[in-house]
């Protein structure tokens, strides 16, 4: 599991991330004043996710779990909401990026039975 430490206050953010087996991940996340929100997109091999509003969650994108080998992790100070531009920069959001699915399900499990 990996933190997405390069999340800053810029409204509108691209980097690529190499994931363990060699691929690249292009990652987006855009904040969007009038809704008060970040959003996050992301480009693996052919396919391209666009526009998804960013939650908390442990594991947000299960729906796809047989279609991308990662999934991320969303947590906010409190589970207080994901509505400032300055979420990343001060901490109060992190994402992680899970690559392994026995990783995944261990996460969950975990935090389940808190």
Request: glycine share 4%; aromatic share 14%; charged share 25%.
């Amino acid at each position: 599991m990996k933190q997405l430490t390069a999340l800053t206050n810029a409204p509108s953010q691209r980097f690529r991330m190499l994931l363990e087996t060699g691929e690249t991940l292009e990652l987006f996340f855009d904040f969007l004043q009038n809704q008060a929100t970040w959003f996050y997109g992301f480009k693996y091999r052919d396919r391209e996710i666009k526009n998804t509003r960013l939650v908390t969650g442990l594991n947000i994108m299960r729906e796809f779990v047989n279609i991308f080998p990662f999934s991320f992790l969303v947590t906010s100070a409190n589970n207080q909401p994901i509505n400032s531009i300055d979420d990343f920069a001060t901490g109060k959001v992190a994402v992680y990026l899970v690559e392994n699915k026995d990783e995944i399900k261990e996460i969950e499990t975990y935090f389940v039975r808190q």
